[in-house]
């Protein structure tokens, strides 16, 4: 196995702390609260440091590290559904397309949460049902990206959890 830092620091707290940001606001928090707001808040510029980071960053915290590519997607899906075993150091193309849709989603959730608080859009309907959906989506983005990672985690024989924890990957050898 190679050892391979991977994760930087301020990835690992991003991650961690949206986790805790995006779960307290979306299964504890009560909606109508102050606190849901300033959550949300603290979530939106999480992301847009996040967003920053991904253009001066190091190593694979860049976006240039994980371009999208659905060429590459349908590539890493041929090779789970022929069992090929080909582990990624960084994001894999299914991996940099999830962190992208939470992302927009993310930001679209951040948003439209921000503009329900305006004098412009307050008790508008379009704002609401657009803060729903995308809370919906994300929420349905985010089981889907851990029960993906616990997948990928099994399936390439490499720790996904832990790495984000210590940040640093263990690949098998090729």
Known sequence: MKHIYVW????????????????????????????????????????????????????YAR?????????????????????RNHAHVGHSPLGALMIYNLIASLLVLGLSGYLMTTDMFWGTEWTEELHELAAIWTEASVIVHILAALFESK???????????????????E
């Open 8 to 59: 930087d620091i301020f990835v690992r707290c991003f991650h961690w702390l949206l986790v805790l940001g995006f779960a307290a606001n979306a299964l504890i928090i009560d909606d109508d609260s102050k606190l849901h707001i300033w959550v949300g808040y603290c979530v939106l510029a999480l992301v847009l440091a996040r967003i920053v980071w991904g253009f001066v960053g190091r190593g």
């Open 63 to 83: 976006f240039a590290s994980f371009p999208p590519s659905v060429r590459g997607a349908a590539a890493q899906l041929t090779d789970i559904a022929t069992q």
């Open 155 to 173: 399936r390439t024989r490499v720790n996904l959890p832990k790495a984000m924890v210590t940040g640093f990957k263990d690949m098998p050898e």
